[in-house]
Every structure is written in structure tokens, then in C-alpha cells.
């Protein structure tokens, strides 16, 4: 089968390439998937560049996230049959033809959605879910300030903050991306290139500070987002794009009662991407259905133009998600 090969090992998009790999075969509790649509995320590009290699036993190729059809089931697997839509969280191997993957990681294409697109939906909604409701538990009449707004992971956190009755702030690094975050549903959106946002953040939840904070920066924001903390304000730390150690006062953590997690999906146990997803499914799919979400696409790309993609999202120029079509 068809597959993105890096030829000549880790590098910049020029090491990608379209190649030809074994096609997968189920264990008893595996499916395999027909590819339709595959998302690109930045976890893609530190892998192509030799920065993030996949969890033991996962497939060498990228690719987090998929939706298609299935076309084999193992022994055990009973929830699913070959000819059901689906989509998919990945360990890796998302940017193929086929991909082998636990029967508990795939999850039904949410009502009102079509194929290509639901391969916009596992990663982004895995990852705010359980970072924002599981582990941070957003609450009603609270205040989410989302890094990155205009991402994959930043448009769906603000629509799932927005759907949670929560006031949601964003950072963002253009007009036009300001613009677009507003009218998905933010309150209030910071464009960094032109402003400090701690200081509007500051201001516009009257000194009181956010109560959850998701960032994707690291080290860069480390110490603006402990002083953006309300009281009891939980800080979670999902992406290293501004460096990977900084200086934490610990102090000002203690005076605001503060918490900080740091978390990622890829290495996570079957059992526990299950468990998540099972929760997605049952919390955010009806509100797919009720139109209340929606995947926010940028752009899609045929799989021989998997190098303009990554391009793309080194940019920065999307908002919302960037596709491969297979």
C-alpha cells in the first residue's frame, strides 16, 4: 500500500516522500481502517524532524488521526464490523492507505459530519477533553484563557468552553485570526504580536486571572501564565513550541493555590486513549450533532502533497485543521 516515507531519515518537508509499505493486518483486538482522510498535526512535524519518535510497537510512519472505513476486525473485536465509518486516534501510521489500530481507539463519525472531515475531529477533541473537562474540570461561569486560538486544538477549546457556558479568552498571532475566534464564540481575543497578553488578560477578567489556562508554549509563557492564574486556577501544559524548561515562581503558585499538569495522548495506554474517547463520544458528539461543535478545517491536501502541508502548519498561517486526502 501507499504510504509518507521519510527517505533518508529525519529532516525538513524535502525527506518526504510517497512509498511502498506491508499492509496491516489485525490482531484480535485490532481493526484495520481504509483510509479516507488523515490530519496533520504539529506532533507530525517534530517526528519528521526527529524529535518525537513513536511509542514502542507503533507503526514508524506519521499520522495521529484518521477517518475511513473499516475493511478487516480481528477475532475478538465485537463492536465493530467490515463497511462501518469510522474515525480514529492513532499511536501512528495515519498518513497511508490502511492503518492497524485497538478496536478501543476508533470511534463512530459524529451525526451531521461527513467522512473526510470527521479526520479533523480524534486528536484535537481527544486532547481538549481530557485536558480541559477531565483533568482541569472547567466549570460553568469559569474563565478558559486558550493558547493558540486559532489551531486545531485552539478552535475546539474554545468551542467546547463556549458550549460548557464558560468565558473563554484566546491568544492569537494575527487579525484576522482574532476576528475568526471571536466570532467562533470568544470573548476576548489577544493578538501577541501587538500586545502583552497577560496584561489584557489582567484587565479583562478585572485582576481576577483564569481560572483553567491551556497552553501550548512551555517554558516561553511559563511564568505569564502562573501570574494569569485566578485563585484555584489550574494551569495545563500540553505543547513545548516556546522551550521545554523555564523558571517557575513557586511562590506565586502557592499564593493563588495554583496547579500545573503537564500531559500528552501519544503515549497513553489503549486503556486510557479508550477510556477518553469513550467520554468524547458520550460528551461531545451530541453536541456535534446539535451543531453546538464543529471541526474547523483550513484546508485539505491529496496525500502526494503531504510536503505542502507540513509547510503550512510550519507557517502558521491555518486556522483550524489541515487535511491529507487519501
Known amino acids: 500500500?501507499?504510504?509518507?516515507?521519510?527517505?533518508?531519515?529525519?529532516?525538513?518537508?524535502?525527506?518526504l516522500r510517497i512509498?511502498?509499505?506491508?499492509?496491516?493486518?489485525?490482531a484480535v483486538d485490532e481493526v484495520v481502517i481504509d483510509v479516507v482522510a488523515a490530519g496533520v498535526n504539529r506532533a507530525d512535524?517534530?517526528?519528521?524532524?526527529?524529535?518525537?519518535?513513536?511509542?514502542?510497537?507503533?507503526?514508524?510512519?506519521?499520522?495521529?488521526?484518521?477517518s475511513g472505513v473499516i475493511s478487516a476486525v480481528g477475532a475478538e473485536v465485537e463492536d465493530w464490523s467490515v463497511g462501518d465509518e469510522c474515525c480514529a486516534l492513532l499511536a501512528g501510521g495515519g498518513y497511508a492507505e490502511k492503518v492497524v489500530?485497538?478496536?478501543?481507539?476508533?470511534m463512530p463519525v459524529p451525526e451531521g459530519i461527513d467522512l473526510v472531515s470527521a479526520a479533523a475531529l480524534p486528536e484535537v477533541v481527544a486532547t481538549v477533553w481530557s485536558n480541559v473537562f477531565m483533568t482541569a474540570h472547567l466549570k460553568e461561569g469559569e474563565t478558559l484563557l486558550v493558547h493558540g486560538g486559532a489551531s486545531g486544538i485552539g478552535t475546539m477549546a474554545i468551542q467546547l468552553g463556549v458550549a460548557h457556558g464558560a468565558r473563554v479568552l484566546c491568544?492569537?498571532?494575527?487579525?484576522?485570526?482574532?476576528?475568526?475566534?471571536?466570532?467562533?464564540?470568544?470573548d476576548v481575543a489577544i493578538n501577541y504580536k501587538e500586545a502583552e497578553w497577560a496584561s489584557v488578560v489582567r484587565e479583562a477578567t478585572g485582576k481576577a486571572g483564569a481560572d483553567v489556562i491551556l497552553d501550548i508554549m512551555g517554558a516561553k509563557y511559563l511564568q505569564d501564565n502562573v501570574k494569569?492564574?485566578?485563585?484555584?486556577?489550574?494551569?495545563?501544559?500540553?505543547?513545548m513550541q516556546g522551550g521545554a524548561k523555564g523558571e517557575l515562581d513557586i511562590g506565586r503558585l502557592m499564593a493563588r493555590r495554583g496547579s500545573i499538569t503537564?500531559?500528552?495522548l501519544r503515549f497513553r495506554s489503549v486503556e486510557d486513549k479508550g477510556r477518553i474517547l469513550a467520554e468524547v463520544v458520550g460528551h461531545v458528539w451530541p453536541l456535534v450533532a446539535e451543531k453546538k461543535v464543529r471541526p474547523i478545517i483550513h484546508t485539505t491536501f491529496p496525500l502526494d502533497q503531504v510536503a505542502?502541508?507540513?509547510?503550512?502548519?510550519?507557517?502558521s498561517t491555518q486556522i483550524g485543521k489541515v487535511l491529507l486526502t487519501i
Open 262 to 264: 503537564a500531559t500528552g
Open 171 to 186: 491568544t492569537v498571532g494575527s487579525t484576522d485570526k482574532m476576528e475568526f475566534c471571536t466570532r467562533l464564540g470568544a
Open 19 to 26: 512509498g511502498e509499505i506491508e499492509d496491516p493486518k489485525p
Open 228 to 239: 494569569s492564574l485566578a485563585y484555584d486556577g489550574r494551569l495545563v501544559v500540553i505543547g
Open 308 to 315: 505542502l502541508a507540513h509547510q503550512t502548519l510550519e507557517d
Open 101 to 106: 489500530l485497538p478496536a478501543p481507539q476508533v
Open 45 to 66: 512535524l517534530l517526528q519528521r524532524q526527529g524529535h518525537y519518535p513513536p511509542p514502542p510497537g507503533a507503526p514508524g510512519t506519521i499520522g495521529l488521526e484518521v
Open 1 to 15: 500500500m501507499r504510504a509518507v516515507v521519510c527517505e533518508g531519515g529525519a529532516g525538513g518537508i524535502e525527506v
